[in-house]
């Protein structure tokens, strides 16, 4: 059974950085997953921060420019870099995954693998 563990969040600063982590287990064929950061922010709806596939990545425009998303077969690990943070960056961070290629936009319903979050907290 495919599991997710994110790690890397935080409390900083507007204008800092914090780079996510999302280690994988129990997957086989780690690359063929189509890997994806989300988000909760408080008072608004989940957001799909950035996804990544064979060749191809995709960012919400609110993070574009700032958030780069990376992930390493190898180790079963997907990141997230996140710099210029702002405090509308606030939010559990989760990474999800889905065995096929990545859709052009995220949709939340079409991850079967979640993990638990992680916290970030940017301040002015």
């Known amino acids: 059974q495919v599991q997710l563990v994110e790690s890397g969040g935080g409390s900083v600063q507007a204008g800092g950085s914090l780079r996510l982590s999302c280690a994988a287990s129990g997957v086989t064929y780690y690359s063929r997953y189509c890997m994806a950061w989300f988000r909760q922010s408080p008072g608004k709806e989940r957001e799909g921060v950035a996804t990544?596939?064979?060749?191809?990545?995709y960012y919400a425009d609110s993070v574009k420019g700032r958030f780069t998303i990376s992930r390493d077969n190898a180790k079963n690990t997907l990141y997230l870099q996140m710099n210029s943070l702002k405090p509308e960056d606030t939010g559990i961070y989760h990474c999800?995954?889905?065995?096929?290629?990545?859709?052009?936009?995220?949709?939340?319903?079409?991850?079967?693998?979640w993990g638990q979050g992680t916290q970030v907290t940017v301040s002015s």
């Open positions: 999800a995954a889905r065995y096929a290629l990545c859709f052009a936009r995220p949709v939340g319903t079409e991850f079967s693998v």
């Open positions: 990544i596939d064979v060749g191809k990545t």
